[in-house]
């Protein structure tokens, strides 16, 4: 059995693919707000919250409240954003932990589809795969477009 994997998951979403990318590029600040009840805070720890390279940390809960730290990679050609791993409680059960969120424009321009992938390698054969880490990220994408399509809300 490898310890390597890779999940992914596809959410139609209402917003712009450019919105969603842009959230997710460099408005994490709004994630609290968003979605309250999956990520508590994020805070910038270098850089700043838009540019390539910059490590935030991030709270959330899944089942309970953990912590992240991750650098972003961005690809504008493909309208990417890579959270890399550098520590946190996810790195108790994992050796490396990437997530990756990307949205495509619907062809009949009625919103985009999200992707959002996992790419880990578990730190032995026992764990479980990340599906409660993915049901967090498909909430925080759901949250994160009605945020987007209704910012006063």
Do not use: C
């Amino acid at each position: 059995m490898s310890l390597k994997g890779k999940k992914e998951t596809e959410i139609e979403i209402k917003a712009p693919a450019d919105k969603f990318y842009n959230f997710f590029k460099g408005q994490t600040y709004h994630v609290t707000k968003a979605t309250p009840t999956n990520v508590q805070d994020v805070e910038v720890h270098e850089g700043d919250w838009e540019s390539h390279g910059s490590v935030k940390l991030w709270k959330y809960t899944v089942g309970k409240q953990e912590t992240y730290k991750e650098r972003v990679e961005l690809d504008e050609a493909n309208k990417t954003v890579s959270l890399v791993g550098l520590e946190g409680d996810i790195f108790k059960y994992f050796k490396s932990w990437t997530t990756v969120f990307k949205a495509i424009p619907k062809a009949d321009g009625s919103g985009s589809v999200a992707n959002v992938t996992i790419e880990y390698e578990k730190l032995h054969d026992a764990i479980a795969d990340p599906k409660a880490y993915m049901e967090l990220l498909t909430s925080v994408v759901k949250d994160v477009d009605d945020h987007i399509m209704n910012p006063e809300a």
